[in-house]
């Protein structure tokens, strides 16, 4: 059973849009949610923590959490071509964070 | 601040060599994790080390594959006999020494890219 689910994409979506990215777990216990970004041959990039159930914004991004759901979601406003990247989703509970697999978005000009 | 930095970038080594990848954590941290990240796929939690201390080892391979972050020094995952499917990215992380919420964010270094020809 894979513990942190994500779509692989590619997710395409067009300059100016909102790309919404989806991430559902397993574990109950988890209680600490993350997005990271990586860029082709690089390190991934923290963007966004959430611990809550609820939004929490920050630019451009808004990372969405129900707990009940098992459900973690990441919304990006007025995307940009250099947003093309992969997006990962982890989650920390009693273990150190796991991660799904990731979804490419491409922003399209 | 100097981040989370890893040594060597790339490196390529020969079947059956030893591979020694290295990683010194933020200033300030004492908490190291290591993940691989095969082409194409996500990033695999392998092992989380304090100084002196394996916290958790449950992503480590039985065979080849140990960590250490010794007292002094950087923190190192050394692979024996390394085989072509060693070849991967090989990311550090550290986070800091609190408990708080915000201890439990990990940031990532530039990673090791291991090519076993």
């Known amino acids: 059973q894979k513990e942190v689910e994500q779509n692989s994409g590619p997710l395409s979506v067009p300059e100016g849009a909102i790309a919404s990215l989806n991430c559902t777990y397993s574990?109950?216990?988890?209680?600490?949610f993350f997005w990271y970004r990586q860029y082709s041959g690089k390190s991934p990039e923290l963007i966004m923590s959430?611990?809550?159930?609820g939004d929490k914004e920050d630019g451009r991004f808004t990372a969405q959490l129900n707990k009940a759901s098992q459900y973690v979601s990441l919304l990006i406003r007025d995307s940009q071509p250099s947003d093309s990247a992969t997006y990962l989703c982890?989650?920390?509970?009693?273990?150190?964070?796991?991660f799904g697999k990731g979804t490419r978005l491409s922003v399209i000009a | 601040n100097a981040g989370v930095m890893q040594n060597p970038r790339h490196l390529v080594r020969r079947r059956g060599q030893e591979a020694r990848l290295r990683c010194s954590p933020m200033?300030?941290?004492?908490?190291v994790y290591w993940y691989r990240q095969l082409p194409e796929e996500g990033l695999k939690f392998m092992v989380y080390?304090?100084?002196?201390?394996?916290?958790?080892e449950s992503g480590m391979p039985k065979e080849r594959f140990s960590a250490e972050f010794p007292k002094e020094g950087p923190s190192i995952l050394r692979i024996q006999q390394v085989v072509r499917g060693d070849s991967a990215a090989y990311f550090c992380?550290?986070?800091?020494?609190?408990?708080?919420?915000?201890?439990?964010?990990?940031?990532f270094g530039e990673g090791s890219w291991l090519t076993v020809v």
């Open positions: 080390l304090q100084k002196e201390n394996i916290i958790d």
């Open positions: 959430i611990y809550s159930n």
């Open positions: 992380a550290s986070s800091p020494t609190t408990s708080t919420s915000s201890g439990n964010t990990i940031y």
């Open positions: 982890a989650r920390k509970g009693n273990t150190p964070l796991v």
């Open positions: 200033k300030g941290h004492s908490h």
């Open positions: 574990d109950r216990v988890s209680q600490s």
